[in-house]
């Protein structure tokens, strides 16, 4: 049987921890987006000092903030592709120390791929951390439907980047702090598991 990629990253909040899995065809098509994307934003004004960082990674932080106009060029692009954002979400407790925010990550990216019923390689952004990538890798492996799991460097990963900025997405609509309705861009492709 084919497989398809999912590309996983979190975000959190002082209320929520929210992983999200972006589940697409191919690398390629994932690449061919992201390569259209950003040809489609040159003509978009962006101080020279800024653009290099910018186009270095477009991370949902800087998106959300300073250039709504790039981040709907993103998702306007990802649109086009046949894909699917299935998150899981966990409502935080007052304290959250890392062993607590490592379990509860493998328990929702154990939820998000066992919503998934087609054979699925994971590329994860990388947490330079072995031991909590060795224990994801280690948990998901045991997954009938998982094929091959790894970290991934955003930098060098389109699809890490688009998941970072449908997690952000995700994280603004559930806090009710989604001032450009940017969810509305992508509520037809996500599910909430």
């Known amino acids: 049987m084919e497989s398809k990629l999912l590309y996983v ?3 959190e909040c002082p209320e ?3 992983v999200t899995g972006l589940l697409v065809n191919s690398k390629e098509d994932v690449d061919l ?23 270095t990674e477009f991370k949902s ?6 250039y709504k106009r790039v981040k709907e060029a993103m998702i306007s692009e990802l649109n086009k592709l046949e894909y699917c954002a299935v998150y899981s979400c966990y409502v935080k407790k007052i304290s959250f120390p890392q062993s607590v925010k490592e379990k509860i990550y493998i328990a929702l990216l154990m939820r998000i ?4 019923r087609v054979n699925v390689e994971i590329v994860f952004d990388t947490f330079n951390n072995s031991g909590f990538e060795s224990d994801i890798i280690n948990c ?6 998982v094929v091959s799991i790894k970290p ?12 970072d900025n449908i997690c952000s997405i995700l ?9 450009h309705a940017f969810h509305s861009l992508i509520k037809g492709f996500v599910k909430e598991v």
């Not at 998901?140 to 439907?145: A, E, F, I, R």
């Not at 994280?171 to 001032?179: A, N, P, S």
């Open 152 to 163: 991934g460097d955003s930098q060098k990963e389109a699809g890490i980047q688009f998941v």
């Open 33 to 55: 987006a992201y390569k259209r994307f950003k040809n489609n934003i040159k003509g978009i004004r962006i101080p020279r000092d800024k653009k290099a960082r910018l186009f």
């Open 61 to 66: 932080t800087l998106l959300d903030r300073d």
């Open 9 to 11: 990253d979190e975000t």
């Open 16 to 18: 929520y921890f929210i």
């Open 140 to 145: 998901m492996q045991g997954c009938p439907n």
């Open 171 to 179: 994280r603004l609509h559930k806090t009710k702090r989604d001032i």
């Open 113 to 116: 791929v066992m919503e998934i």
